[in-house]
Structures are given as C-alpha cells and as structure tokens.
C-alpha cells in the first residue's frame, strides 16, 4: 500500500527467507534485524533517518530499532499484533524532545478503512496492488494459523475463509 503511495519502503526482517518475498512485494531494500550493522544499514537506507516507521511486530527490540531509527520529526506507529504485543521497551526522554518525535499505537484499522482497504485494492488489482495472502483456513484451521502468526511462520497475510 505504501508502495502504491510512491513511498520508499525499508523491510526490516529477522527471516532471511522472507526478504525475497518483501523485494517483490513493493520493498526498495530488506534489513536483516538480526545484524550487528542493522542500525547503520537502516540509517543508509532512510540517509539520516526515517520519517515514519510502522512495527507490526512491537517487541522491545522493534520497537527501540524503530524509534533509533527515526529521523527528526518522525513518527513511530505501533500497530502489535505480532509475538511482542504488550512489551515494554526505554525510550530516551531527551531524544524524544530534541528529535522532536511522535510514537503512536494503534489497534490496526477501523472497519470503515478495511473496507476502504478493499476497495482500493479492488479498483487497483490490475495495475499490481494486490495482498499478499499465503495461507487460508476455514474456522477449522483458525488456531494453527495464529499459532503461525505468532511465531512468524507466515509471509505476507493469512486469510480466514467464511
């Protein structure tokens, strides 16, 4: 979606079998979060740093690399859902004010957006907006999808068929 707002979109993944997935799927670079030069790469990547980050995952780790990351004036938009939801992480009082920076939560989405969502994806699918869905389930399947959610298993979206 950011991609089709003619943004530039920094992956950052612990999967390194995930990258190829996130460079096909609209990401201009991948950073593997599991390196010892990630933060320089990342600082590379946004040259200074980033306007707006969004973790979907909001470990202690992401979400430290993520306000690290920020540039001045940033925004950090916390949407969880991942294996962090819930944790705590420092953030340094005087960098906040002297980067001047925003850090945001958000439950995800309203369904008034979902369907704003789906829509535009439905008037944009021929020019290559399209989600990437890897796994489908009926309500039969629904606990091992988000036991595969939890521990990162899933590339792009799992989908509950009704």
Same mark, same amino acid.
Request: proline share 1%; aromatic share 4%.
């Given at each position: 979606?950011v991609?089709w707002?003619?943004?530039h979109?920094?992956?950052?993944?612990?999967?390194?079998?995930?990258?190829?997935a996130?460079?096909?799927?609209?990401?201009?670079?991948?950073?593997?979060?599991?390196?010892?030069?990630?933060?320089?790469?990342?600082?590379?990547?946004?040259k200074?740093?980033?306007?707006?980050v969004?973790?979907?995952?909001?470990s202690?780790? #992401? =979400?430290?690399?993520?306000? +690290?990351s920020?540039?001045r *004036?940033?925004?950090? @938009?916390?949407?969880?859902?991942? %294996?962090?939801?819930?944790s705590?992480?420092?953030?340094?009082g005087?960098?906040l004010?002297s980067?001047?920076i925003?850090?945001?939560?958000?439950?995800?989405?309203?369904?008034q957006?979902?369907?704003? #969502? =789906?829509?535009?994806?439905? +008037?944009?699918?021929?020019? *290559?907006?399209?989600? @990437?869905?890897?796994?489908?389930? %009926?309500?039969?399947?629904?606990?091992?999808?988000?036991?595969?959610?939890?521990?990162?298993?899933?590339?792009?979206r799992?989908?509950?068929?009704?």
């Amino acid at each position: 979606m950011v991609r089709w707002a003619n943004c530039h979109v920094t992956a950052v993944e612990v999967d390194n079998n995930k990258f190829e997935a996130c460079l096909e799927h609209g990401a201009d670079i991948c950073v593997d979060a599991n390196s010892n030069s990630a933060h320089e790469a990342l600082m590379d990547a946004s040259k200074g740093g980033f306007d707006v980050v969004i973790d979907f995952v909001s470990s202690t780790k #992401s =979400l430290e690399m993520a306000v +690290e990351s920020l540039g001045r *004036g940033g925004r950090l @938009l916390t949407l969880g859902g991942g %294996g962090g939801s819930g944790s705590e992480f420092k953030l340094n009082g005087m960098s906040l004010l002297s980067k001047e920076i925003e850090v945001m939560g958000s439950r995800y989405c309203s369904y008034q957006e979902v369907l704003e #969502s =789906l829509q535009l994806v439905g +008037e944009q699918a021929d020019k *290559g907006l399209m989600p @990437l869905v890897t796994r489908t389930s %009926g309500f039969e399947g629904l606990e091992d999808i988000h036991n595969d959610v939890e521990q990162s298993l899933i590339t792009g979206r799992a989908a509950l068929v009704l």
